[in-house]
């Protein structure tokens, strides 16, 4: 994808200043920027960079005054840094432009399919599937019987989501996901082996949630695992069975949420976080990564530690820990 | 699927008490049953919502006596619970319902494949395997050259298994599972770099074995990486080359485990935790959350820490460790 | 496969005793030999096991002399350990001797296919991709438009490679594994929902990495996550946007490197260790296992515990952690 000065200054309403036919495949950051990139400068900390840069283009607020003579075209904006994103936007869409139903793929008679679809090749689509318009399934996936998938989401490859789940609307998917697998569910037998309890249950993401890669959600034994609207997870994480997460919590990588436990909107959780089975996470808790929660946690709560406790304490007892020997030897010749 | 009152009183061997014309089409609990489910009342506690549930059929045990009206069609049973289980199984099995060969697989000439078994679309199968009996093999699996597969075992979506691999009867591996990739086994050179040690080794899993999603067990350098009948493994966890796991032991999810370690018979081991390679854990083994098993552990051991120790001590360490400062405090003022 | 001694005696150069009629069809470790197999005999500790072993061939060092009867083959070699290697790396790259393009595959008719390739049933290869010589590409994989794949490269099943990426020579990806995936990338709104920053970089792998299975590496938001040349990175690992990873480093399994972190070359990092974002790890930096990294960390440290500290500090503290109840009974007594 090329781009000329021109065209750009035409989408973002700018004025150019210098060579009207400067051209850019590529963004980059302005200290990195080669011949061929489009940049922007709106902290005023990196300007110096502006001098220098080799990018060909770059977006400047509207009140730039150069100093010095520039190489790159300019183009002058209200707000560089928005009309920056714009363009960043404009570009991720062109992106994952896919459009059209690539051959083969397998498609149940009894799906339904809405408008402006792209299923790529080697997906298969189960019976009495329902898909809204203007989502995009790339190669690989599976869906499974009565799975409903709403307007604008995205399953990107090789993503499976297991039968009777229901994805909401502008969701995005990422590779190698699994949605609805059996949750970790065995009553023990009186021989010790274990018996394998049917988890009839489904899992529902609303609206605007993005799962990473390679993310495991399972079903609910009976009922629904429920990730709620606006949520974030990143790659590698799992949800047991029953989980609930409320409205725009962000999860960070390989977190774990064990079976039937809730947590609250509006949470921040670090990376390796574990939360134990059967417990509750209030609204606006932050966890911090590697924590352990092995209770129930109040509204408000940030907290750290295996098993958790308050963040500040957990960091101050941590301090002595360092210097336990020390400290020790210390009281000890008192 | 629908079942009428009448059809469900018949595979129960049940009476019914109200309008035996009632149909349901989902199972839930008793407190949150709607019309069109069916759900049951063993625990006495529950008993006050089976007069407010909208759930169309409740089973209740053979002496339940009602005290106020109920909506819903009662039918009785000697052991509702046990008769709820029993209807879970069959609509479990219903759901899974799949059999025949959907179009395209790739399967190789050389292949064995047994009777009434279910291959998705876009399964690849390789030369010499052997699949027994009544298998279900989900879209989008790998199975490499040699595999061995037995009766009754399903593998969901996009399994993949690599050459050599044996996997015994009545397993479950969810999606996305890799069984069979090469150990992490790399010898250091002079020059810094590694050279990767050829893993020539299998994976063997026995019989009523169940895996989750996105869970990876490496081949063995040499001889085989061992799953032992029995054992329950959840979704994201690693299980490294050579490593075997005892009988009927449970491990929750994103728990890893280094190659050439043994895991003992009816070990419950909890999620997020890291086992070194090369060491032994006993029979009957108890390890926490989050803990990290650097050395060998005894038979019936409950352990927690990082690294593990006995997990009674651990917890009474951690509560002084949360009031370190206090406690050094008042001791450096004593 | 089947070898006989001679064909074995003349790929390593070596002399026959005993039936030179053996044949054989697997290898093992010498106590484990069964009829049919192949081991070897270097160090002295294994001695004994020569004269009880059922294996029909051993590979001795050239002055190795029986003080007892033998009934296995020997074959006699300059250095017995290093021409059992040769034999196990001979019959590894048998194991994976594909070539050829399977059907059904997808590919755009823009890409570009090299030399003596692999394209596994069910893989599907996007728009302007380049595929160099000698590269393997197994069932069910997915290349993005505008990949680069280098020669001599396998990707094994299911691996999944966003747009844009590029991939060095002589790497290995594992089963399942996702290179390319947004980062994890959202700006908070004034409603308290998130707004997905656009992630148009991508991920460049460089020549002679291993990658493990079902590991996820990060597209970077801008410019390139980086993973140089000679690492290895084992199974479950996450990688996040713009982290770049020195040469040579090698991490093991559900490790999480988050978003713009550097770590530099011949670290040696351990199981589930956490990295935060935008921190700075040195070259020859050994973490433990389980261990969570929140600063930037010098040269050749040896680091551990939640967050990082000195190893050998954390293990002496941790003496004292164990025992805390009582230290702090006989301080109070003192």
Redesign the interface.
């Known amino acids: 994808m090329e781009f000329k000065a021109t065209q750009i200054a035409e989408i973002l309403g700018g004025e150019i200043l210098g060579d009207s036919s400067a051209s850019v495949s590529t963004?980059?950051?302005i200290e990195?920027g080669e011949k061929g990139a489009m940049t922007f400068l709106s902290n005023p900390k990196y300007t110096k960079h502006i001098y220098t840069t080799n990018a060909s283009i770059v977006i400047v607020n509207k009140d730039f005054e150069a100093t010095q003579p520039i190489s790159a075209t300019l183009i002058k904006v209200e707000d560089a840094y928005q009309a920056f994103?714009q363009i960043?936007?404009f570009?991720?869409e062109y992106?994952?432009q896919k459009s059209g139903i690539?051959?083969?793929v397998?498609v149940h008679d009894s799906a339904k399919l809405g408008d402006d679809i792209y299923i790529?090749?080697?997906t298969?689509i189960g019976a009495n599937v329902s898909i809204g318009n203007n989502v995009k399934i790339?190669?690989?996936c599976?869906i499974?019987d009565n799975v409903v998938i709403k307007n604008n989401t995205t399953l990107?490859?090789?993503v499976?989501i297991?039968?009777?789940c229901i994805i909401g609307n502008n969701c995005?998917i990422?590779?190698?996901t699994?949605i609805g697998?059996?949750g970790?569910g065995?009553a023990p037998t009186e021989d010790?082996?274990?018996k394998?309890?049917?988890?009839?249950g489904n899992v529902i993401i609303e609206d605007?949630v993005?799962i990473?890669?390679?993310t495991?959600i399972?079903r609910a034994t009976?009922?629904s695992t429920l990730i709620k609207q606006?949520v974030?997870l990143?790659?590698?994480i799992?949800v047991?069975h029953n989980v609930v997460i409320g409205?725009?919590t962000?999860i960070?990588?390989?977190t774990?949420i064990?079976g039937s436990s809730k947590v609250g909107?509006?949470c921040m959780i670090?990376?390796?976080v574990?939360i134990?089975g059967h417990i509750s996470i209030g609204n606006n808790v932050k966890i911090s990564?590697?924590t352990?929660v092995?209770k129930s946690i109040k509204d408000n709560s940030v907290i750290r530690g295996?098993?958790a406790?308050n963040y500040n304490?957990y960091n101050?007892?941590?301090?002595?820990?360092?210097?336990?020997?020390q400290?020790?030897e210390e009281?000890?010749n008192?």
């Open positions: 963004l980059a950051k990195e994103t960043l936007e570009y991720n992106k994952n690539e051959s083969p397998s790529g090749a080697f298969s790339y190669p690989n599976y499974g990107f490859a090789g499976k297991y039968t009777d995005k990422h590779a190698g699994v697998a059996d970790f065995f010790g082996t274990y394998s309890i049917p988890q009839i605007n993005d990473g890669a390679n495991t399972d009976m009922g606006g974030k990143d790659n590698l799992q047991g409205k725009n962000v960070a990588a390989q774990a064990a909107e509006n670090g990376g390796h574990a134990s990564g590697k352990g092995g295996i098993p406790m304490d101050k007892s941590y301090i002595y820990f360092r210097k336990l020997p400290i020790v009281l000890r008192k």
